[in-house]
């Protein structure tokens, strides 16, 4: 079975820092990875994906991840946080050949003025 | 552009009564999903369909059932109630294919009292 862990509950960063969201992923075969961002009382919005090819995957609203096949990881990164970016961020895994999208728990990110 | 729609947005029921959610898709896209997020949760799968078919199911209890029609909107009906089964309730939709981002509508918040 897929899994998606992200270790940490919340992120903190000043604005104007570089932002980086953690997110490791177990699934059987190669996975297809998204991150999408969560505004209150929001649905869902997709940043990026990754599914094959080039490791570092560039997004929406200046977001990036990169792809690490060795330690299973998945990283949202940005090189300059805006307070606008304070919101709840989830990595998802697909498997190969399957439908659902299973969610890590989410990392709320506060970006401090 | 055209989002997925939701409706209600907002729905309060008793316990042991029904509710029936409707979803929209984006235009031209063939596959529903399903998604349930309890609060402080991550989204968990519900159910998928494909040209009208039911294509994947997960966590869904047997209260639960939802079909997709010939216009490509589905319905998530919920008899009987619980407490339990209150939550934001996302449907989500794509084009066939296992590469292809999922887009989610704004959710329908459940509360049964």
């Known amino acids: 079975a897929q899994s998606v862990a992200q270790p940490e509950d919340q992120v903190n960063v000043a604005e104007g820092n570089p932002l980086t969201v953690k997110c490791t992923y177990s699934?059987?075969?190669?996975?297809?990875l998204f991150w999408y961002v969560q505004y209150p009382n929001r649905g869902l919005q997709f940043l990026l994906k990754y599914i094959t090819g080039d490791n570092l995957v560039k997004g929406s609203y200046g977001f990036e991840a990169e792809f690490n096949k060795s330690q299973t990881s998945f990283h949202l990164k940005k090189p300059s946080a805006l307070v606008s970016d304070s919101a709840l961020y989830f990595c998802?895994?697909?498997?190969?050949?399957?439908?659902?999208?299973?969610f890590g728990k989410g990392n709320q990110v506060v970006v401090i003025p | 552009a055209a989002g997925v729609i939701q409706s209600p947005r907002h729905l309060i029921k008793e316990k042991r009564e029904t509710a029936t959610l409707k979803c929209y898709p984006i235009p031209r896209h063939d596959t529903v999903y399903w998604y349930q997020q309890g609060p402080g949760q991550d989204p968990q799968f519900l159910i998928s369909f494909y040209e009208k078919m039911q294509s994947d199911k997960g966590s869904i209890p047997d209260r639960f059932s939802a079909q997709q029609f010939s216009d490509y909107h589905s319905e998530l009906n919920m008899s009987s109630l619980e407490l339990g089964d209150s939550a934001l309730y996302f449907c989500?939709?794509?084009?066939?294919?296992?590469?292809?981002?999922?887009?989610f509508g704004p959710g329908t918040r459940l509360t049964v009292l």
């Open positions: 989500a939709s794509s084009l066939q294919g296992d590469y292809n981002e999922q887009f």
């Open positions: 699934v059987s075969g190669n996975p297809y």
């Open positions: 998802a895994v697909r498997p190969y050949g399957n439908n659902r999208l299973a």
